[in-house]
Structures are given as structure tokens and as C-alpha cells.
């Protein structure tokens, strides 16, 4: 079981907004430690879409966006094109267990 | 650009020792931590440690206390993994990734692009 809480999966047809939630706990995001977002294709090495709960990195569409509030965070997608279909991941630090964590992974399907 | 190239796939036996290489370029060496994180096959990410290229300094998650060995080599500018006791639960595409991190901020900016360890008798 991941210590970051993730659904499993999420569906959206295009052009439709969907979003992901990541729930942890008071050792973890209600902490205060900040919550980056990843995108990644089967196979393929993770890809940073946002770092500090709601900042993109050069390159990233304005599309992405994050927040955080309380012991949870979440990753909106706006405009949902056939490409975002990928595999989407939280990750946080815990004090608790002192290194970094991860959310299960949430599968997009766009429709 | 900042690039991570990791080396490639590995088919190893049940009990031994597989050693993952991360050559870094594109940056100065020193100045990142580089993090381990693997992942079965059809499961989530899952993180192993850190180390510190400048200090050689290290840190790994619980779970892999005394199996899980991180070095350097500033020289080459290369991060190597190596992990010894090999289960087949261990078999994985294992990434390295570049960190930055400050205050209560901890993200990966640059990942390799995974090597493939496969434990099989």
C-alpha cells in the first residue's frame, strides 16, 4: 500500500477537465512538504509536470496545474487531448519514515 | 542538456549482486543529489535512497538497509546502485533521477531512462 493515496484510475472525453487527488497525512503533505506531479508513459522514465504543489516546469502546458490543501493535493488537466493517456503519479516527502513517497498511480483514459 | 543515461538491461540469478550505472551530463556533478526509485512490472514507483555525489554521503528507504549499496565516481561523472540478495520480487526497470530540493521542496527534474533487472533462475 502506497503511503500517498491515489485512485486508480480516472476517465475524461476531450476537451473535458479531470482531476487526480493525492491523500496523505499529517507526516507527509500536512506537514507542509510540497507535492510534485509525474506523467509516464509504459516503459518510459517518469516526466516532471509540476514541483511546489502548483509550479510547472519550462515546457509544460498551462493545461497542468496543481494545489494542495490540508493532507491532500491535486492535479487538474483542462482541455483533455488523446496524448495525456499516461499513468499519473504524486510524490511527497514523510518525516515519519524520513524519504521520499509516492502515490499508487492513477490511470487517465480519455474517451 | 541535462541528461541521465543509465546502463542496460540485466538478467541476473536468485542471490546475486546487480550493479545499475547513472552517467550524468550536461551539469556539474556534484551539485545534485541523485535518487533511486524502481518499479515492478505494472505496479507504482517505488523509492530506494539517495546519494550525494560531492560528500559520497548516502541514505537508503528501510526496506533496503543492508541489501542496497550507492556509490560515485566524480571522475566520470557516473552514480552506480548496487543491489545484492536478489529475489525475484526485486526484478524492475530502475531509475535514477536528479533532485532538487530545499525547505519543504523535494522534486525529480531529470530521470534516466530506466534499466531493466530481471531475477530469474
Known amino acids: ?87 499519473y503519479y504524486c510524490q511527497s516527502y514523510d518525516s515519519s519514515l524520513t524519504g521520499v513517497v509516492f502515490g499508487g498511480g492513477t490511470k487517465l483514459t480519455v474517451l | 542538456q541535462v541528461q541521465l543515461v543509465q546502463s542496460g538491461a540485466e538478467v541476473k540469478k536468485p542471490g546475486a549482486s546487480v550493479k545499475v550505472a547513472c552517467k550524468a551530463s550536461g551539469y556539474i556533478f556534484a551539485n545534485f543529489y541523485l535518487h533511486w526509485v524502481r518499479q515492478a512490472p505494472g505496479q507504482g514507483l517505488e523509492w530506494m535512497g539517495w546519494i550525494n555525489p560531492d560528500s559520497s554521503g548516502t541514505y537508503n528507504a528501510q526496506r533496503f538497509q543492508g541489501r542496497v549499496t550507492m556509490t560515485r565516481d566524480t ?31 523535494l522534486w525529480f527534474d531529470t530521470w534516466g531512462q530506466g534499466t531493466l533487472v530481471t531475477v530469474s533462475s
Open chain 1, 1 to 87: 500500500q502506497s503511503v500517498l493515496t491515489q485512485p486508480p484510475s480516472v476517465s475524461g472525453a476531450p476537451g473535458q477537465r479531470v482531476t487526480i487527488t493525492c491523500t496523505g497525512s499529517t507526516s507527509n503533505i500536512g506537514a507542509n512538504y510540497d507535492v510534485s506531479w509525474y506523467r509516464q508513459l509504459p516503459g518510459t522514465a517518469p516526466k516532471l509536470l509540476i514541483y511546489g504543489n502548483n509550479n510547472r516546469p519550462s515546457g509544460v502546458s498551462d493545461r497542468f496545474s496543481g494545489s494542495k490543501s490540508g493532507t491532500s493535493a491535486s492535479l487538474a488537466i483542462t482541455g483533455l487531448q488523446a496524448e495525456d493517456e499516461a499513468d
Open chain 2, 75 to 105: 571522475s566520470f561523472s557516473t552514480a552506480y546502485m548496487e543491489l545484492s540478495g536478489l529475489r525475484s520480487d526485486d526484478t524492475a526497470l530502475y531509475f535514477c533521477a536528479r533532485a532538487y530540493f530545499y525547505g519543504q521542496r
